[in-house]
């Protein structure tokens, strides 16, 4: 599904990071829909200025979970996903950023 990257947060948690997809992309990815397909060609390659991450603690802020990736560029969204039944965090998130390359450099 795309390049994975492992980092470590400040806090010692093991991560994993990767450029978030569209549901569209994801689909083309699992050999979905023929007509779909030829509008994403080289979708393996997109470019993105947002990534899901995966792993989180369960403590972790949104403003720690920010003040971590802001070392590979400006940090335009934070997202930590949360159980709605139970408000508890899901143990992922997105960050989004200003640029493309800020990914790149994340996920290098």
Do not use: W
């Not at 093991?14 to 978030?20: D, F, G, I, L, P």
């Not at 960050?95 to 996920?107: G, K």
């Amino acid at each position: 599904m795309g390049e994975v990257e492992k980092c470590q947060l400040l806090i010692g948690q093991r991560v994993e990071a990767k450029r978030a997809l569209s549901r569209e992309e994801r689909q083309v990815l699992k050999g979905g829909n023929s007509n779909t397909s030829r509008n994403f060609r080289g979708v393996g390659n997109t470019r993105t200025k947002k990534i899901f991450v995966g792993g989180l603690p369960p403590t972790l802020s949104e403003e720690g979970f920010c003040h971590y990736f802001e070392a590979y560029g400006t940090v335009t969204d934070v997202v930590i996903m949360y159980n709605q039944q139970t408000n508890r965090p899901r143990g992922f998130g997105f960050i989004s950023f200003d640029s493309e390359n800020a990914v790149d450099r994340v996920l290098h």
